[in-house]
């Protein structure tokens, strides 16, 4: 079975630039999950989605930062403009219903911004 | 606020059970206790979760102490591939969707 793919797995740019993480989830999962980690910081989470519906965006840094889900198979995280302080390690993660389902990550994506 | 509590750091010696200790004293009835790690450069893994009864996968065994206080992670026979950040972590079935990873221990398995 394949796990979560996520692309690309390294990008880098320029401040300022639009930036766009993807992210595609076990097929029928019904959560799924952005992460970031930085070495300060450690993993934190930004926003999960159950049913495609965003549920809880409390952990985006700010407005400069969105995640779209707009089918079961796709998920983007977007950072527009971006900034250095951006850069990091992006997971994203899947789960069956159920709080009891472990979570399931991808092999993430390491962003630097120049 | 860390619901866990996890040494920064251990050292194991190849071959040997490596066995992870973990606090959570105020955990609730209705939590459980998971566990992941991460390997360098790649998204942290499912290993194990329980809620009160041991429980034994192909990866390892989970302990957790009569009043839930505590637990133990045991890897039985530690390999070089077991060099990773080990996460402790409670969650409540039907409340909990978001985990909330703390700090972990950095594992580090000796030749």
């Known amino acids: 079975d394949a796990g979560v793919i996520q692309s690309p797995r390294h990008e880098v740019t320029e401040m300022g630039q639009e930036v766009t993480l993807r992210c595609k989830p076990i097929?029928?999962?019904?959560?799924l999950f952005w992460y970031r980690q930085t070495m300060m910081r450690g993993l934190e989470l930004l926003i999960y989605?159950?049913?495609?519906?965003?549920?809880?965006d409390s952990g985006m840094p700010e407005d400069r930062f969105s995640a779209k889900m707009p089918n079961a198979s796709f998920s983007t995280l977007k950072i527009q403009p971006s900034e250095p302080r951006d850069s990091a390690v992006y997971f994203c993660?899947?789960?069956?219903?159920?709080?009891?389902?472990?979570?399931?990550f991808g092999d993430g994506t390491r962003l630097s911004i120049l | 606020d860390a619901k866990t509590t996890q040494p920064p750091s251990m050292d194991c010696a190849e071959g040997r059970a490596a066995n992870l200790p973990c606090n959570h004293s105020t955990i609730s009835g209705n939590e459980y206790v998971y566990w992941y790690r991460q390997i360098h450069s790649q998204g942290p893994q499912y290993i194990i979760h329980?809620?009160?009864n041991n429980e034994t996968n192909e990866m390892a065994s989970l302990i957790i102490t009569e009043d839930r206080k505590s637990s133990t992670l045991i890897l039985p026979h530690a390999t070089l591939r077991d060099t990773a950040v080990y996460y402790c972590?409670?969650?409540?079935?039907?409340?909990?969707?978001?985990?909330?990873f703390g700090k972990g221990t950095r594992l580090h398995i000796l030749p």
């Open positions: 097929s029928g999962h019904d959560y």
């Open positions: 329980g809620l009160k």
């Open positions: 993660a899947s789960s069956l219903f159920g709080s009891n389902q472990p979570q399931h």
């Open positions: 972590i409670v969650r409540a079935p039907f409340r909990d969707d978001k985990i909330i």
């Open positions: 989605f159950n049913n495609n519906v965003p549920i809880d």
